[in-house]
């Protein structure tokens, strides 16, 4: 038997990039169907959009509402601002709970996807194993549980490449006998821009289709295949090649055009060579036009973001160059963002845990 691949051993889940509209860019604004809206919460932005049947036709995405929540905390190890984080994570989640009129004391299955072994993969079952579990509480001691708690179970299904068995069908087989009220997934994804990577948290009610990320698309997980209301957590922690060299060339293009843009300044002239002060950020105006962008790069310089992407797929994928990447730092970045998401999922479950108290509830 061959051995099998990291493909087929994780279920490391699709980012949806392209459902979001990027600062400088607003044609996704004018699809029919698709409403977008922003705002920044003290440091954190969030961005919320809403598809409806005819958007989800338009887009090639299911029906619901999508919340991103932007954040560096995880990749800055700010414990302040990873609670501020948290919180508005919770505040999120509650609000797709809302919109699906989850009632208060309905219960909830969490599912932690994803392979335990793999740690950039491992999200999703380190994640539950911080959540406050009260399901066996209320079949066994009822007369100890308080008010302001609900009915809470967790599984980690593993992974088809492990157990044989479609992640989907385990699932389904618990919901059977447990019939929870709802269910949330949490899940690894693979990002579609390197700035991503940990940086930000996807929040749906439209399902999680795992290992779609690494070209291993499982049976979808939503409303329709499971029959209760599925709210997907999802968190970028791996990158493939051809994005990571699709946006290099970006960044190169980006750093070219802002030191053509600014070599006239003062502060230019006073700056040592090799270094840099102030902002080191490089943004869509710093790109140059597509003119300048051929003389630097010749004629991949002017290609447009999904031709350059095809053309790195193109080269990359038959010599199975397109490596699946992950920062070094991925042990700590996970173990901080298992623990952020279950202080969310810990406040947004029980009335009795909230922003203020949730660091009490989460081991």
């Known amino acids: 038997m061959k ?5 087929v051993r994780t279920d490391l889940a699709v980012e949806a990039k392209d459902m979001y509209v990027e600062k400088d860019e607003n044609k996704e604004q004018q699809i029919a169907g698709v409403k977008i809206s922003e705002k920044k919460i ?15 036709k338009n887009i090639g995405k299911n029906p619901g509402s999508y919340h991103t929540v932007y954040s560096n905390a995880i990749k800055k190890q700010d414990t302040k601002s990873q609670e501020e984080t948290a919180k ?8 797709l709970m809302d919109k699906n009129q989850v009632a208060k004391d309905a219960s909830g299955l969490i599912v932690g996807l994803g392979n335990r072994n793999v ?38 299904p593993g992974v088809m490449g492990v157990t044989g068995i479609e992640t989907s069908d385990i699932i389904k087989g618990v919901i059977e006998k447990y019939k929870p009220g709802f269910v949330i997934a949490i899940d690894a994804l693979a990002s579609r821009s390197i ?9 749906s009610d439209s399902g999680i289709h795992p290992g779609s990320g690494v070209g291993n698309k499982r049976k979808e997980l939503s409303k329709e295949t499971l029959g209760v209301p599925v709210f997907a ?46 902002d080191h950020s490089l943004s869509e105006d710093d790109l140059p036009s597509v003119e300048k962008r051929e003389k630097i790069f010749g004629m991949i310089g002017a290609l447009d973001d999904q031709e350059k992407r095809a053309l790195m797929q193109e080269v990359l994928t038959p010599l199975g160059h397109n490596l699946m990447v992950t920062p070094k730092e991925i042990d700590g970045y996970i173990t901080d963002m298992a623990h952020l998401l ?3 999922l810990n406040a947004a479950m029980h009335e009795n845990v909230d922003i203020k108290n949730f660091a009490q509830y989460t081991r």
Do not use: C, M
Request: glycine residues 6%.
């Open 3 to 7: 051995d099998q691949s990291f493909e």
């Open 42 to 56: 003290g440091n954190i932005e969030v961005t919320h959009v809403e598809v409806d049947e005819q958007g989800a």
């Open 88 to 95: 508005v994570v919770t505040k999120q989640l509650q609000e």
């Open 119 to 156: 740690t950039p993969d491992a999200l999703g079952p380190l994640a539950i194993d911080k959540v406050l579990v009260t399901n066996h509480l209320f079949i066994h001691e009822p007369q100890y549980v308080q008010d302001g708690y609900r009915k809470v179970a967790t599984i980690n």
């Open 195 to 203: 700035d991503r990577v940990n940086a930000t948290i996807q929040l």
């Open 233 to 278: 957590i999802g968190v970028p922690t791996v990158v493939d090649a051809v994005t990571i060299t699709s946006d290099a060339i970006d960044y190169v293009l980006k750093h070219i055009g802002k030191e053509w843009r600014e070599k006239d300044k003062p502060s230019k002239s006073l700056t040592p060579a090799g270094l840099n002060f102030g």
């Open 342 to 344: 279950a202080e969310s």
